[in-house]
């Protein structure tokens, strides 16, 4: 199973990611997560990537390409994958079809998920996620008493480029470079559109029946 999972930043990758990875059993790439982890343990890369996540703007095409290359190329994603976050550029869509053909894997679906700019705004504004195991609460309908994560007792806290100012950038950032990602998988026919207004569960199950079929 070798997924992308794509859309404006908000509208659930992460959360649908997580729970894809777990009913196939095969690795949930984001590299949104990659980037927190160097942003975390202080590396170069780390340095660099804090202040273009916290601007909003995206890292630059030949490092993600670098890490991505790295990760697939690696044993964990011997069972499949599912991306999140990556490609955000027709350049990094490019590269990672290259990338598949010199690793001879074959890209099963590309999952898109629609949801109004409105709603997203919302949404990120009221997103937390727990430092240890990743969760993502919405604050709206989630009690998160002390801000202890209720699944493994880890701390939960709001993303930096959730803040409102962040989130103009990123979603006009979404528009410019990665909207035409879109256009680039509808070609391939393997692009699926998928409402991500509902229940987790709801979009949780709409993605199972497209990729049982
Ligand atoms: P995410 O957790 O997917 O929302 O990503 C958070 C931030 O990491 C994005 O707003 C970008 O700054 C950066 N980022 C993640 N993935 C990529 C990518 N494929 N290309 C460029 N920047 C990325």
Known sequence: ????????????????????????????????????????????????????????QLVPDDIMIGIIKRVLSSNCCENGFILDGFPRTTAQAEALEKLFKELKLNLDAVIYLDVNEDEITKRLSNRYSCLNCGKIYNS???????????????????RDDDKPHTVLSRLKVYRKSTEPVRLYYEKTGKLHVVDGIGTVEEVNNKIFSILER
């Open 140 to 158: 709206e309908y989630d009690s998160i008493p002390d801000n202890v994560c209720p699944e493994c007792g880890g701390t939960v806290y709001q």
């Open 1 to 56: 199973m070798r997924i992308i999972l794509f859309g404006p930043p908000g509208v659930g990758k992460g959360t649908q990611a997580k729970l894809l990875s777990e009913k196939y059993k095969v690795k949930h790439i984001s590299t949104g997560d990659i980037l927190r982890a160097e942003i975390g343990d202080q590396t170069e890369l780390g340095k660099k990537a804090k202040i273009i996540l916290e601007a909003g």
